[in-house]
């Protein structure tokens, strides 16, 4: 079985610049994630979705931060105007209903300079 | 909203010792309790978790959880360098929602 799937795996941008992460869950599970890991620090959760609709994005860090997921499957995560402050790994997961273990890909590493 | 707690930072042990590491979080209705393995460049892979208090034993590893100190612990018996991670604690506050801590860095030394 295929696990999460995340894209790129690296991303350096100059501050003021836009990027975008995608996501592709495992099959069937109805949850996704996004976190945000700093180096040296355990992830934060972003935002997650049940299907299409959004439960929690009461920690996405400003509107400069926007997440999708339109058809319940893949996920964009994107950041308008990155600061050095977001330099950090994004981590998306995702779970399957009723069973509470959540599996993570491997991450987008994001430096801005 | 949930505080996660890691004790040591960082921690070392010698090939085939026992490695300790601790965590206390503040949310006594926290559903189970998730420990996590992380390798450098990889995502954050499940270990074990526990819901009832006492303990669960799952081959080299065994956790602890005491509710009413808010305090979970992990034990890697027979500790191998493959083993050197960082390992982060993980309560789920219900619906899957996982808070994590600051992780201990485990070196197994050979």
């Known amino acids: 079985e295929a696990g999460v799937t995340q894209s790129p795996r690296y991303a350096v941008l100059q501050e003021g610049q836009a990027v975008s992460f995608w996501c592709d869950p495992i099959?069937?599970?109805?949850?996704l994630y996004w976190y945000q890991q700093p180096r040296d620090q355990g992830p934060q959760l972003l935002v997650y979705f049940r299907d299409e609709a959004v439960i929690d994005n009461s920690q996405l860090p400003s509107d400069r931060f926007s997440a999708v997921r339109p058809k319940g499957t893949n996920s964009t995560l994107k950041i308008q105007s990155a600061k050095q402050g977001d330099t950090a790994t994004y981590l998306c997961?995702?779970?399957?209903?009723?069973?509470?273990?959540?599996?993570f890909g491997k991450g987008t590493r994001l430096t801005v300079v | 909203q949930e505080k996660v707690q890691q004790s040591p930072e960082s921690l070392i042990v010698p090939e085939g010792a026992m490695s300790s590491l601790n965590c206390t979080f503040s949310n006594s209705a926290s559903q189970s309790i998730w420990w996590y393995q992380q390798h450098p460049g990889k995502g954050p892979e499940a270990l074990i978790?526990?819901?009832?208090?006492g303990n669960k034993k799952e081959g080299r590893l065994t956790v602890y959880l005491n509710r009413a100190s808010l305090h979970v612990s992990l034990h890697i018996r027979d500790s191998q360098p493959s083993d050197s991670a960082v390992y982060l604690c993980?309560?789920?506050?219900?619906?899957?929602?996982?808070?994590f801590g600051k992780g201990t860095v485990l070196l197994v030394s050979p």
């Open positions: 993980a309560p789920d506050s219900g619906y899957n929602k996982l808070t």
């Open positions: 978790s526990i819901f009832s208090n």
């Open positions: 997961a995702s779970s399957f209903p009723g069973n509470t273990e959540v599996f």
């Open positions: 099959s069937g599970h109805d949850t």
